[in-house]
């Protein structure tokens, strides 16, 4: 699932080539991904005909087009989604879903939805340019400079969750997915598994470091990609995989300390750490 960077480099390409547009036509081509929209299919592309695109923001994994009017258009790319800007005459995507035609750009343009598994949306949210009331519950980002980091730690250390667990919060802290949390565990020599209520004010704080070390090296590098589900609005990927220190590398030498990387499945997916630099957390001891 495409985590804060890649979906950050989404919304600024998105800054870049379709702001100041105007929604002549929308096409649902399949209702599922507008099915979170309470108009349905026709209320939906209605809401958004002849509506300006003023702002492209984000909030964690959710970024959102604010238009003329007050209201947006919100997007979560789910496993697959893509946001493509493509010129009119360029062929259909094989698995294109939504697609909005836009005037009074310097050229003409199409913001194209395409997604192969579906489980991403559109929907229009009615007042929420600043913020969609339907995303107000997820937490701010690390890389935002509104972010509370005494906030954070104090929340953190006052739980005895495992810190993963807790950096893959959204109501805790945004945009933190498995890839960047294992990337920010590995740098910080944190096992996944140490409670918070374990970790001292000067361990979080350096692992909230890290994470926002590792998100910005990603974006300098345009997300990471790991096959052709994830690319920004041109279509071209990210190169952060080939940085990666932990995430995919079971079995490889740690670059830090040559022990080989270990894979624990972990919610229905994996976790990557070191045994070595990132011990597992001794048992709390059972009262008698």
């Not at 946001?83 to 750009?105: D, T």
């Amino acid at each position: 699932m495409p985590e804060l960077p890649e979906v950050e480099v989404v919304r600024a390409g998105l800054e870049r080539h379709v702001l100041g547009g105007r929604v002549e036509r929308v096409d649902v081509l399949h209702e599922r991904p507008v099915r979170r929209d309470p108009r349905g299919p026709e209320g939906f592309a209605a809401a958004l005909a002849g509506r300006r695109l003023v702002s492209a923001r984000r909030r964690g994994k959710y970024l959102w087009l604010a238009l003329d009017d007050g209201d947006a258009l919100l997007a979560h790319l789910g496993m697959s989604g893509q946001l493509l800007v493509q010129p009119p005459e360029a062929p259909a995507e094989r698995h294109l879903r939504v697609r909005l035609a836009l005037s009074g750009l310097e050229h003409g343009r199409e913001l194209r939805f395409v997604d192969q598994r579906m489980f991403g949306g559109l929907l229009v949210s009615a007042g929420g340019a600043d913020l969609p009331p339907e995303i107000a519950h997820i937490a701010r980002d690390p890389l935002d400079t509104a972010f509370d980091d005494v906030a954070f730690v104090a929340r953190v250390r006052r739980r005895s969750v495992a810190i993963k667990r807790q950096l893959l919060d959204q109501n805790l802290v945004s945009g933190v997915g498995n890839i960047y949390a294992d990337e920010a565990l590995w740098r910080a020599r944190l096992h996944g598994e140490r409670p918070g209520d374990r970790l001292t004010r000067a361990q979080v704080s350096e692992l909230l470091g890290h994470a926002r070390d590792v998100m910005r090296d990603a974006l300098a590098q345009g997300g990471t990609s790991f096959d052709a589900l994830y690319v920004n609005v041109n279509g071209e990927s990210g190169y952060f995989d080939r940085s990666l220190h932990a995430y995919g590398r079971e079995g490889e030498p740690c670059l830090r300390c040559g022990t080989p990387v270990r894979r624990v499945a972990f919610m229905n997916r994996s976790s990557y750490f070191c045994p070595t630099c990132q011990p597992a957390p001794r048992r709390r001891r059972q009262p008698r």
